[in-house]
């Protein structure tokens, strides 16, 4: 059974660097998928962060590009999020997740088909 | 970047049929996929490739897709139901994710 489960602080000064990490397993990430992290502002929908592939290939979410990196350490197993110059409205529930795939006539098709458990990161001033 | 459009709020009563709709821009259009959040859970999801339901999920879900607008239909709905529901989607490179707003379902 895959398990994601994320790391970090719960509280980040404004203007400051989030880190979080996100240990998976139960599956080598060395072996394929996309992992990423998406987050969830209190009363709003999930917000897609960024997915990277075990061979280092990432994509980002374009309004957040210039503030957000992900990495993977194959020899830990586990995936990492940095987000600088966080504010207020960075406040969310930070989850890691899977992206499951499918695959016919016009590609492959990606989608979130598996989820950590989320944690709250609170940004104060 | 392509965004997905969903009403804020659906109300139905028990037994009643529930849509859901969700509108997108990307080109070439991409498959749908619906997710399904309870309160204090993280999504789950319901249906994929536009009309796909994955093992588990009750036969009351289905979807359907017209042009650029794709339709979770949740047929006799229960109070079990309530919850929000999230669209999601590719752009049109098909590496970029995108999630719609969110529709909070009402059965009373």
């Known amino acids: 059974q895959v398990q994601l489960q994320v790391s970090g602080p719960e509280l980040v000064r404004s203007l400051e660097t989030l880190s979080l990490t996100c240990v998976v397993s139960?599956?080598?990430?060395?072996?394929?998928?996309?992992w990423g992290w998406i987050r969830q502002s209190p009363g709003r929908g999930p917000e897609w962060l960024g997915t990277?592939?075990?061979?280092?290939?990432?994509f980002y979410n374009p309004s957040l590009k210039s503030r957000v990196t992900i990495s993977a350490d194959t020899s830990k197993n586990q995936l990492s999020l940095k987000m600088t110059f966080m504010t207020a409205a960075d406040t969310a529930i930070y989850y890691c997740?899977?992206?499951?795939?499918?695959?016919?006539?016009?590609?492959?098709?990606?989608?979130?088909?598996?989820w950590g458990q989320g944690t709250l990161v609170t940004v104060s001033s | 970047s392509s965004e997905l459009t969903q009403p804020p709020s659906v109300s139905v009563s028990p037994g009643q049929t529930a849509r859901i709709t969700c509108s997108g821009d990307?080109?070439?259009?991409?498959?749908t996929y619906w997710y399904q959040q309870k309160s204090g859970q993280a999504p789950v999801l319901i249906i994929y490739?536009?009309?796909k339901r994955p093992s588990g999920i009750p036969g009351r879900f289905s979807g359907s897709t017209s042009g650029t607008v794709a339709t979770l239909i949740i047929s006799g709905a229960q109070e079990d139901d309530e919850a929000q529901y999230y669209c999601?989607?590719?752009?049109?490179?098909?590496?970029?994710?995108?999630f719609g707003g969110g529709t909070r379902l009402t059965v009373l």
């Open positions: 997740a899977r992206d499951g795939y499918t695959y016919d006539s016009s590609g492959y098709h990606y989608f979130i088909d598996l």
């Open positions: 139960g599956y080598p990430i060395s072996s394929g998928y996309y």
């Open positions: 990277i592939y075990h061979r280092g290939t990432t």
């Open positions: 990307a080109s070439p259009k991409k498959y």
């Open positions: 490739e536009d009309i």
């Open positions: 999601y989607s590719t752009d049109g490179t098909g590496y970029h994710r995108v």
